[in-house]
Nanobody
Framework: QVQLKESGGGLVQTVGSLRLSCAVSGRSFSVYSMGWFRQPLGKERQFVGAIDWTGERTYYTDSVKGRFTISRDNDQNMAYLKMNNLEPEDTAMYYC???????????????????WGQGNQVNLSS
């Protein structure tokens, strides 16, 4: 059974940086595209960005382009979300997720992702 476990969240100052990690159990990690979503309190879950199974292609929502970077290490079964120049609007619960369609494309919809981590809270302080 594939499981996702996030770590690295917490309290960070505005314009600071934070890196979220997502550890994926199971042997099929290298063929899954991976996504990151976030959910501010009282709002719907939002697409942040995703990386394809090769790690060569990434895609981000406009509000984080140039500030956030997604990467992966297929040897270590890890995915990462590096967040720089954080803004108060980035406060949210962050989720990593896996699209289990093998060698599939990058997707931006919640419905395309079958496996989710437990979430990791990121709070910004001024």
């Amino acid at each position: 059974q594939v499981q996702l476990k996030e770590s690295g969240g917490g309290l960070v100052q505005t314009v600071g940086s934070l890196r979220l990690s997502c550890a994926v159990s199971g042997r099929s990690f290298s063929v899954y595209s991976m996504g990151w979503f976030r959910q501010p309190l009282g709002k719907e879950r939002q697409f942040v960005g995703a990386i394809d199974w090769t790690g060569e292609r990434t895609y981000y929502t406009d509000s984080v382009k140039g500030r956030f970077t997604i990467s992966r290490d297929n040897d270590q079964n890890m995915a990462y979300l590096k967040m720089n120049n954080l803004e108060p609007e980035d406060t949210a619960m962050y989720y990593c997720t896996a699209n289990t369609a093998e060698n599939g494309p990058i997707c931006t919809s919640v419905a395309n992702y079958a496996l989710w981590g437990q979430g990791n809270q990121v709070n910004l302080s001024s």
